[in-house]
């Protein structure tokens, strides 16, 4: 008898052993939850220059302004980013003001809504001509930035506006704190009160980004509007002000702007710095600044990936390379048009000398050329999608 009962209490052991590896190893607890991410497409400037706003006025067929086919091309790169984000230059005209651009912009309200149906989200609005219109500028543009549906950063109607919302990005909370350097030595006018604009201080964005992420942020993005025009090399105030912010970390990313060239890409502190994105639409090229490189600007790529330990980790960025077309004033994408033959030559010869400063600025942060698009069309018309007109 002491046999067969030694066999069952092996076949009763060996049961109990396959049970329990069939069985999850925490009864009733829920399965860790999936690693979240987001994506960021970020551009350079958009400055509403006189000659922007006419063209914008001649999309409009002379009667309204639209500003919409001068994104066009980028609209697909900023839908497939949950998060997409500008830089405006230059207030939204209040009302009874007559539009202008530089030195004084006082930009159509049609623009606001432009940004918005060609995919961006939200833009900085702190930058050296914030109050080139007064206060009444600055409350105009974020009176047509909600109107719009188009969130906004860097200044404020309100003290309680300045305080940056934590939005909600594919599940992860998110803040973007922008800052200007200045206000081109304007005045501050009457009735000014400090949280009109974010000022940059290296000790205010990391109080301010400590602040997000006792709110709840688990990512935060900064907007610098800094640097030197036209240098595409970094200052020492810019080097000094990433160095210090980077190394509290509790910023994700710095975007910059304001050079209205490229400027590097750079690891410091093991965050990333993108110092200058250019232009993305502006009448600024070398015949109106006599300054190569004006034309040129990126859409900055970035995935934001949840670490299993905790935090984000922020992927290699990927520059893309746009370039301001005359004379629609469109930006297109380098990496598909220069090699594509129904362009005018002497057009494409000058967007490969674009494409090739800034693969010589930023590397291998910007994709290699696309193929010809197999086509035997030889004039100098653009697909129906995105026309560009011969100039």
């Given at each position: 008898m002491q046999q067969p009962l030694r066999r069952r209490l092996v076949a009763t052991a060996i049961s109990l052993a396959v049970f329990a590896l069939c069985v999850p190893a925490a009864q009733g607890e829920d399965p860790p939850a999936p690693l979240r991410s987001f994506?960021?497409?970020?551009?350079?400037?958009?400055?509403?220059?006189?000659?922007?706003?006419?063209?914008?006025?001649?999309?409009?067929?002379?009667?309204?302004y639209d500003y919409r086919p001068m994104f066009a091309e980028l609209r697909p790169y900023l839908e497939a980013a949950d998060l997409?984000?500008?830089?405006?230059?230059?207030?939204i005209a209040p009302a009874g003001i007559r539009y202008s651009g530089y030195p004084s912009?006082?930009?159509?309200?049609?623009?606001?809504?432009?940004?918005?149906?060609?995919?961006?989200d939200r833009c900085s609005t702190a930058n050296n001509h914030t109050i080139d219109k007064g206060l009444a500028g600055i409350d105009a543009t974020l009176d047509a930035f909600d109107a719009a549906g188009l969130g906004h950063s860097g200044t404020a109607r309100t003290p309680e506006e300045a305080i940056a919302p934590i939005l909600d990005v594919n599940g992860v909370r998110v803040a973007h704190l922008a800052y200007t350097y200045?206000?081109?030595?304007?005045?501050?006018?009457?009735?000014?009160?400090?949280?009109?604009?974010?000022?940059?201080?290296?000790?205010?964005?990391?109080?301010?980004a400590q602040d997000a992420r006792v709110r709840g942020a688990e990512v935060v993005i900064v907007s610098f509007h800094w640097g030197q025009e036209y240098r595409q090399q970094p200052t020492i105030a810019q080097l000094n002000v990433a160095k210090a912010v980077t190394s509290a970390g509790v910023v994700d990313l710095i975007i910059g702007h304001h050079a209205h060239v490229l400027?590097?890409?750079?690891?410091?502190?093991?965050?990333?710095?993108?110092?200058?994105?250019?232009?993305?639409?502006?009448?600024?090229?070398?015949?109106?600044?006599l300054r190569l490189g004006t034309q040129e600007g990126?859409?900055?790529q970035v995935t934001f990936a949840e670490r299993a330990e905790g935090g984000f980790e922020v992927l290699r960025p990927v520059a893309i390379?746009?370039?301001?077309?005359?004379?629609?004033?469109?930006?297109?994408?380098?990496?598909?048009?220069?090699?594509?033959?129904?362009?005018?030559?002497?057009?494409?010869?000058?967007?490969?000398?674009?494409?090739?400063?800034?693969?010589?600025?930023?590397?291998s942060f910007v994709p290699p050329l696309?193929?010809?698009?197999?086509?035997?069309?030889?004039?100098?018309?653009?697909?129906?999608t995105t026309p560009l007109p011969t100039p």
């Amino acid at each position: 008898m002491q046999q067969p009962l030694r066999r069952r209490l092996v076949a009763t052991a060996i049961s109990l052993a396959v049970f329990a590896l069939c069985v999850p190893a925490a009864q009733g607890e829920d399965p860790p939850a999936p690693l979240r991410s987001f994506t960021l497409a970020a551009t350079g400037d958009v400055i509403a220059h006189n000659a922007v706003n006419q063209r914008a006025l001649l999309n409009g067929g002379g009667t309204s302004y639209d500003y919409r086919p001068m994104f066009a091309e980028l609209r697909p790169y900023l839908e497939a980013a949950d998060l997409a984000i500008c830089n405006l230059e230059g207030p939204i005209a209040p009302a009874g003001i007559r539009y202008s651009g530089y030195p004084s912009f006082a930009t159509p309200v049609a623009m606001a809504q432009s940004l918005r149906d060609a995919g961006f989200d939200r833009c900085s609005t702190a930058n050296n001509h914030t109050i080139d219109k007064g206060l009444a500028g600055i409350d105009a543009t974020l009176d047509a930035f909600d109107a719009a549906g188009l969130g906004h950063s860097g200044t404020a109607r309100t003290p309680e506006e300045a305080i940056a919302p934590i939005l909600d990005v594919n599940g992860v909370r998110v803040a973007h704190l922008a800052y200007t350097y200045g206000y081109n030595g304007r005045l501050r006018p009457r009735g000014w009160e400090p949280w009109r604009t974010n000022f940059i201080s290296a000790s205010r964005v990391i109080a301010d980004a400590q602040d997000a992420r006792v709110r709840g942020a688990e990512v935060v993005i900064v907007s610098f509007h800094w640097g030197q025009e036209y240098r595409q090399q970094p200052t020492i105030a810019q080097l000094n002000v990433a160095k210090a912010v980077t190394s509290a970390g509790v910023v994700d990313l710095i975007i910059g702007h304001h050079a209205h060239v490229l400027q590097p890409i750079r690891k410091i502190n093991g965050t990333w710095v993108a110092f200058g994105l250019g232009n993305i639409v502006s009448n600024q090229r070398q015949a109106t600044t006599l300054r190569l490189g004006t034309q040129e600007g990126v859409l900055l790529q970035v995935t934001f990936a949840e670490r299993a330990e905790g935090g984000f980790e922020v992927l290699r960025p990927v520059a893309i390379p746009t370039w301001v077309y005359p004379p629609s004033l469109r930006a297109v994408v380098l990496t598909k048009r220069v090699n594509d033959p129904r362009i005018a030559r002497w057009i494409r010869r000058q967007m490969y000398e674009g494409y090739r400063r800034t693969r010589f600025l930023l590397g291998s942060f910007v994709p290699p050329l696309e193929p010809p698009p197999t086509t035997t069309t030889t004039t100098t018309t653009m697909p129906a999608t995105t026309p560009l007109p011969t100039p």
